[in-house]
């Protein structure tokens, strides 16, 4: 399952490791059940479940001592676009739990899970 590759001087291993990969399987069941439910405080905890997933798939591909470094260090496996979202997705996390009566609206946090979802997936990830 490990497939490496060389982007811009750099080496990166592709996907995460297949016992990751499992891990990261059971949490996006569970998160699937929490979407599902589509209360407020499930969807926050959906999202900060998916940060948390794309993290240790990360934490396979790149180094790193935070997510955030680990996404800077890992910029060039996302097109642009997708990479922006998923710092979006991380900080609207970061806002969550560190932001006490921090409501953001439904779909603004359906749609950044589908995005870390969607970042998991350019990494061999199929949640």
Request: glycine share 4%; charged share 30%.
């Amino acid at each position: 399952m490990w497939l490496d590759f060389l982007f811009k001087k750099k080496i990166y291993k592709r996907t995460a490791s297949l016992s990751t990969v499992r891990n990261i399987e059971k949490d996006w069941a569970n998160i699937n059940i929490l979407l599902s439910q589509k209360g407020p405080s499930q969807l926050r905890q959906a999202l900060i479940s998916a940060d948390k997933s794309l993290d240790n798939a990360l934490r396979d591909v790149v180094s790193g001592e935070t997510m955030g470094d680990r996404l800077k260090e890992g910029k060039d496996l996302f097109d642009k676009d997708l990479l922006n979202k998923i710092w979006e997705a991380h900080k609207l996390r970061n806002n969550l739990v560190h932001e006490s009566g921090f409501e953001p609206p439904h779909f603004v946090v359906t749609e950044a899970i589908q995005n870390l979802r969607n970042a998991l997936y350019v990494l061999g990830v199929k949640v």
